[in-house]
């Protein structure tokens, strides 16, 4: 029995009451100092590793969400360019109007409309204005939207006379099977 329990007990027999009866507790070190002496004894040997191993695990995991996630984003890039765009990768000799011309050639190919060579080449230099912007470099990727191609089309069968005559007749010069 402790000194305080043995006080209490002495003053009960001599009759002294107190005013709230009840259990008399002992004075013992609280959580906080018992968990900090399991961590002064006990810390770096047990809980320095554990937390090493849980901030690896979670850097792991991350990494290995973040590819995933690149993976999945740059094949839905692939996806989605493939069906708004055509890409034409620059060869030695190309210019911004060759692949515009290999844009338009492929984009023609699936869908079934006959254009004159006029009409081609003011699709090919509208396109070039479009995607133009610095000096080309071989293996350089070029985007055409499919949406761009579309709407060219439909402005050159909105030309005038005079002005599709200007377009044929420099169209003469232009080797449209590059």
């Known amino acids: 029995m402790s000194e305080k329990q043995k006080s209490n007990h002495a003053k009960n027999d001599r009759g002294s009451h107190d005013s709230s009866p009840g259990p008399v507790f ?3 070190p609280g959580w906080g100092k018992k968990l900090n002496k399991w961590l002064r004894t ?11 191993v849980i901030v690896l695990l979670a850097g792991v995991f ?13 094949d839905l890039d ?8 055509i890409i034409q990768i620059a060869q030695p000799r190309d210019g911004y109007s060759v ?4 844009a338009l050639t492929e984009y023609m190919a699936v869908i079934s409309e006959s ?5 081609k ?41 005079s002005q599709l ?13 590059q």
């Open 78 to 85: 692939k996806i989605s360019d493939s069906q708004e765009a």
């Open 42 to 52: 006990n810390g770096i040997a047990k809980l320095l590793p554990v937390i090493a």
């Open 165 to 177: 005559q200007r377009w044929e007749a420099w169209a003469e010069t232009v080797n449209f099977n």
């Open 115 to 119: 254009l004159t060579p006029g009409q």
């Open 62 to 74: 991350s990494v290995l969400q973040n590819r995933n996630n690149d993976k999945l984003s740059l």
């Open 99 to 102: 692949l515009a011309r290999r």
């Open 26 to 28: 002992e004075f013992e």
């Open 121 to 161: 080449l003011f699709i090919e230099e509208t396109l070039r204005e479009i995607v133009e912007k610095d000096t080309l470099e071989i293996g350089q990727e070029v985007k055409f939207l499919k949406a761009d191609i579309s709407s060219a089309i439909s402005n050159s069968k909105n030309l005038t006379a």
